[in-house]
Nanobody
Framework: VQLVESGGGLVQPGGSLRLSCAASGFTFSKYHMSWYRQAPGKERELVAAISSTGDNINYRDSVKGRFTISRDNAKNTVYLQMNSLKPEDTAVYYC??????????????WGQGTQVTVSS
């Protein structure tokens, strides 16, 4: 499993970024994909998740209405569109893959992370 994030950077408050996570080495269309983030000194937290078919999507409350997760199974890529960014969104953002075996979740692995900094 290989997950490679891109699209992070420095943006002013109110700005936008689009993160991408390119997947390889596994059957992407069968995996549930998520974006997590970790700010300095804080625990890693779930930001958004999307089911293998894209039918089920969930967001943490603080990003609802601002962030949109999507996936393109033909391109083996999951995206996170982030609008109206706030300084508190500053963190390293990670892509995560997992697979439902029918009995339990199989951890497909993590990307290396991409830094998002929101500052004026």
């Amino acid at each position: 499993v290989q997950l490679v994030e891109s699209g992070g950077g420095l943006v002013q408050p109110g700005g936008s970024l689009r993160l991408s996570c390119a997947a390889s080495g596994f059957t992407f269309s069968k995996y549930h994909m998520s974006w997590y983030r970790q700010a300095p000194g804080k625990e890693r937290e779930l930001v958004a998740a999307i089911s293998s078919t894209g039918d089920n999507i969930n967001y943490r409350d603080s990003v609802k209405g601002r962030f949109t997760i999507s996936r393109d199974n033909a391109k083996n890529t999951v995206y996170l569109q982030m609008n109206s960014l706030k300084p508190e969104d500053t963190a390293v953002y990670y892509c995560h893959a997992e697979f439902w075996t029918g009995f339990s979740w199989y951890d497909g692995g993590w990307g290396q992370g991409t830094q998002v900094t929101v500052s004026s």
